[in-house]
């Protein structure tokens, strides 16, 4: 009987797995529209007193997305404003959850040293159980793709050619 030889195992790939680098913590949605008069005006007076009656623990160590879910025209320094109260988040960013999640893999992804996958064959894993944003693996790509010999998206039994260095 011919011994099993596990092919993926001996290869020379070097998996680059995005979801190692997933910041833990809560993420939380911030709609400033519940402080502007009928969600589209904001008056000064009304939206900093409504700003110092809110529940701002809920936010503490959150990774806070703010937005406003209205067509309403709001004044930058609303925004700023209203960051000043969520002081004890751990991050606050203007935008949808997936901006969060893109500015926080960014940031995470700046921090790689990318220098042991010179030369390299390099397979980008393709199946996440976290909310990996798409820009995230745009990033990924053009920090590997200058230093690589071949890179690869997906599972190493199953891979999508992406570069292969001529």
Same mark, same amino acid.
């Given at each position: 009987?011919? +011994?099993?030889?596990?092919?993926?195992? !001996?290869?020379?790939? *070097?998996?680059?797995?995005? $979801?190692?680098?997933?910041?833990?913590?809560?993420?939380?949605?911030l709609d400033i529209s519940q402080w502007l008069v009928e969600g589209?005006?904001?008056? $000064?007076?009304?939206?900093?007193?409504?700003?110092?009656?809110?529940?701002? $623990?809920?936010?503490?160590?959150?990774?806070?997305?703010?937005? #406003?879910?209205?067509?309403?025209?709001i004044p930058g320094w609303a925004f700023m404003l209203v960051t000043?109260?969520?002081?004890?988040?751990?991050?606050?960013? *203007?935008?949808?959850?997936?901006? /969060? +999640?893109t500015i926080l893999f960014t940031e995470q992804l700046n921090t790689?040293?990318? !220098?042991?996958?010179?030369? +390299?064959?390099?397979?980008?894993?393709?199946?996440?159980?976290?909310?990996?944003?798409?820009?995230?693996?745009? /990033?990924?790509?053009?920090?590997?793709?200058?230093?690589?010999?071949? /890179?690869?998206?997906? +599972?190493? #039994?199953?891979?999508?050619?992406?570069?292969? *260095?001529?």
């Amino acid at each position: 009987m011919e +011994e099993i030889v596990n092919r993926v195992a !001996s290869s020379k790939l *070097k998996t680059f797995d995005l $979801e190692d680098y997933y910041p833990q913590g809560k993420r939380m949605q911030l709609d400033i529209s519940q402080w502007l008069v009928e969600g589209f005006l904001l008056r $000064e007076s009304s939206f900093r007193e409504s700003l110092k009656t809110y529940n701002w $623990e809920q936010y503490d160590d959150a990774y806070v997305a703010l937005h #406003c879910s209205t067509d309403a025209i709001i004044p930058g320094w609303a925004f700023m404003l209203v960051t000043t109260y969520l002081a004890q988040a751990r991050k606050v960013v *203007k935008g949808t959850l997936e901006d /969060l +999640e893109t500015i926080l893999f960014t940031e995470q992804l700046n921090t790689v040293d990318y !220098s042991k996958f010179e030369g +390299e064959y390099v397979i980008v894993k393709g199946c996440s159980n976290k909310p990996v944003p798409q820009n995230a693996y745009l /990033l990924l790509l053009q920090r590997l793709q200058p230093i690589v010999k071949s /890179l690869m998206y997906g +599972e190493a #039994c199953s891979s999508v050619p992406l570069y292969k *260095k001529k």
